[in-house]
């Protein structure tokens, strides 16, 4: 029995089901739920579903079962057959994209444009991209000196983050089946519905037991999934701070990880820029996904002569935003992901104002329940401030001003962060020295928050290390270099 079913428009025929209770995704099929936790709707907080909580023990199971698929038919298959399955998980992925926009929506609450537009084909689009890849691995150069085929590293713990929770699964799973891997992935424990709806894909696509296993629960279980011995390699997706922390626990083990963590991106506006594009760009940089990206444009280094003209038009764009119902096609401001993420967002909106800076928010209704946050703009701010140092990864803008390319540069790269950064203007040749001057991992011109399979996407400095998407995400996931 269903608890729950969702029509998301009348004139829609399609439906998503939740299942009351979830168990594990191991070697195939799901177990009997246990030690069963919440997840709900941010947006009226109603409980969407119970998932089971992964101890030590179903880690190891899953860990057995991924090493079983590995040395049995996974590790041995050709890369042909593997791009098969890809091709098919891609298309399964299309088929059921409305089933999987509206739970990414339920579950998150981000607006269903958004999963729908963005997040679901993306992530299609990662396994058309990487399902091209699994058989010409070689001719890429994707192998180790003197070897004649790419070799995986064997059984990869794969630990995502809730903003983006379908599409990181997607960054996650895609190279690593391509390139013969198999995997454990754990998601977040406030989003694991699509990855749940994604095991059923696996075994819709008929793809080999325990290829991809899936095993929800909190940071404990991440712990231990990236701790188990049988694991070869760990890609991570989250925060610097946990990041940190895993880095610490596999030093000296031989496992191999990517972590891509935090970020604190300028957003650099000249006064040649073209303004109407800027603005959008600007707004779709901070409130795209309610700024809970790690990319976001989230400081907007704007030069100091169109400060305050590029502020009011900022301004009167924020007051059409329509915040609300993020189930509401028209919605471009859904509900932030908890509590204790809306919390984190007014402390650090409170230190800012506390040191100096002016909060402006556009007039809008909130839900009475949920968690919502409105759009807002922090104007004088500085850059010692903490809103301007350390990621809000919420709807909330801090402004600061330069006026030279040179001192944009300066500010912009002061940061512990290194992930993103955007550059308007007019002028080509500054573009080209501002992407070579800025320490970022991406640099948009005249454009910001563009995503592609083809392209890499990491960081510099505490914004981790490793790249995934393009050829160079492709080499975390296979042994290269001299006696490998
Ligand atoms: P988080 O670090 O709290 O959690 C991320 C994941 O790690 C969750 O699944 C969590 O359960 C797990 N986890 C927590 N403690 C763990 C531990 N000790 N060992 C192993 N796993 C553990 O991050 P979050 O709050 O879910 O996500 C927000 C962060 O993710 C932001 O800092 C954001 O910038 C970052 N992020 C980065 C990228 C990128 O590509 N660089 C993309 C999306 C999000």
Request: glycine letters at 10%.
């Amino acid at each position: 029995m269903s608890r729950f079913e969702y029509a998301p428009a009348p004139e829609s025929r399609s439906v998503v089901t939740v299942e009351p209770t979830y168990g594990l995704f191991i070697d195939g099929r799901f177990t009997e739920p246990t030690g069963l936790f919440p997840t709900v709707n941010p947006a009226d907080e109603t409980v969407l579903a119970e998932v089971s909580h992964a101890g030590p023990a179903e880690v190891a199971r899953g860990v057995a079962a991924a090493r079983k698929a590995f040395d049995g038919v996974w590790g041995r298959m050709s890369g042909a057959e593997r791009g098969k399955y890809l091709f098919r998980i891609a298309r399964i992925l299309q088929e059921r994209a409305r089933e999987f926009a509206v739970l990414e929506t339920l579950d998150n609450g981000k607006p269903i444009k958004e999963s729908r537009d963005v997040d679901v084909p993306t992530a299609a689009a990662h396994f058309f991209y990487h399902a091209g890849w699994a058989d010409k691995l070689e001719y890429a150069g994707l192998t180790a000196s003197g070897a004649e085929v790419a070799r995986p590293h064997g059984v990869v713990a794969q630990v995502i983050p809730w903003n983006f929770p379908l599409l990181m699964l997607a960054w996650k799973v895609a190279p690593a089946l391509a390139t013969g891997n198999t995997v454990v992935l754990k998601p977040a424990e406030t989003t694991p519905l699509t990855a749940l709806l994604f095991a059923q894909v696996c075994q819709q696509a008929g793809l080999p037991d325990g290829v991809v296993n899936i095993i929800t629960g909190d940071g404990r279980t991440g712990h231990a999934l990236v701790e188990h011995p049988d694991v070869d390699k760990v890609a991570f997706t989250g925060s610097t701070e946990v990041g940190r922390s895993i880095a610490r626990s596999i030093a000296g083990t031989g496992k191999r990880a990517t972590l891509e963590l935090g970020g604190k991106a300028a957003n650099i506006v000249f006064d040649d820029a073209p303004i109407d594009q800027a603005v959008e760009g600007i707004v779709g940089g901070i409130f795209f996904n309610q700024g809970q990206v790690c990319c976001a444009g989230s400081r907007l280094l704007v030069q100091e002569n169109i400060h305050d003209a590029l502020v009011e038009r900022l301004r009167r764009r924020l007051t059409t935003l329509r915040v609300g119902d993020p189930l509401d096609k028209n919605t471009d401001v859904g509900a932030i992901n908890s509590r204790a993420q809306l919390d984190r967002i007014s402390g650090l909106v409170e230190a800012g104002i506390a040191e100096g800076a002016q909060a402006w928010s556009p007039e809008c209704t909130l839900p009475a329940s949920g968690f919502w946050f409105r759009p807002t703009l922090l104007t004088g701010v500085s850059q010692t401030h903490r809103v301007a140092t350390e990621e809000i990864f919420g709807p909330v803008l801090s402004v600061l001003t330069f006026r030279t390319p040179q001192e944009a540069v300066a500010k912009a790269n002061n940061t512990a962060y290194g992930l993103s950064a955007g550059v308007w203007t007019e002028k080509g040749s500054r573009i080209l020295w501002m992407a070579d001057q800025l320490r970022a991992g991406v640099v948009w011109a005249n454009t910001f928050n563009r995503f592609d399979p083809s392209s890499p996407f990491g960081g510099y400095k505490e914004s981790g290390y490793g790249r995934e998407g393009g050829r160079h995400g492709l080499e975390a996931y296979v042994m290269t270099g001299a006696g490998r």
